[in-house]
């Protein structure tokens, strides 16, 4: 049967393709790190499990608020294992536009990738009423935020404790199931979502 699905690529990609270097990225020294196909494939399911226990739901939205890097992807490829629906946002918008399009979108969760990131949903969280958990990239400031690496860990801890065969990994959705809500810039008037299934 053929790959419908973004989770089934993913999965895919990572056991038939194995590679030292699924993913590279810069450190804080300025030397490339790579993350193997083994590697990233722990932390997508640990990240699933995490998200899983947080109470999202497979037609949940889980919205990013992030710079292009790492955690973004894992982010994103853990949210869709999760059946989730994933709603990125451009991180150069300001509070009042992002609170329209949470509003509209109505996610459970919010991955941010800063303190100024963190500090523009902290601004507008209390007028997001389905907004149940904020995780940021980076250790904030803020209060009530969870940090990436405890997700993770929660996720890990539950990994080990109860390994889920390998057909229980990701949520199994329809091609046709939405998979993203992409919203425009808005320059012209109030963003507007785009819709894409798993198969567009």
Request: glycine content about 6%; charged content about 25%.
């Amino acid at each position: 049967m053929p790959i419908q699905t973004i989770p089934e690529l993913f999965l895919s990609g990572v056991r038939e393709y194995p590679r030292p270097d699924c993913f590279s990225y810069r450190d804080e020294s300025g030397q490339y790190v790579d993350v193997s196909s083994e590697e990233a494939l722990r932390r997508v399911k640990a990240l699933r499990l995490g998200l899983k226990s947080l109470g999202v739901q497979p037609g949940d939205r889980v919205a990013l608020l992030a710079e292009n890097r790492l955690e973004w992807a894992l982010a994103d490829l853990g949210s869709l294992c999760a059946g989730a629906v994933t709603v990125p946002i451009y991180p150069t918008l300001l509070p009042d536009t992002i609170e329209y399009i949470l509003s509209e979108a109505e996610p459970v969760v919010v991955f941010v990738s800063t303190e100024e990131q963190a500090a523009k949903i902290h601004q507008i969280r209390g007028r997001i009423p389905t907004l149940r958990d904020v995780i940021s990239f980076e250790r904030t400031s803020l209060p009530d935020i969870l940090t990436f690496d405890k997700l993770k860990q929660i996720g890990q801890n539950l990994l080990e404790d109860n390994p889920p065969a390998p057909r229980d990994e990701c949520v199994e959705v329809d091609k046709d199931s939405p998979c993203s809500i992409i919203y425009t810039s808005g320059t012209t008037g109030n963003p507007k979502g785009v819709v894409l299934t798993h198969w567009n």
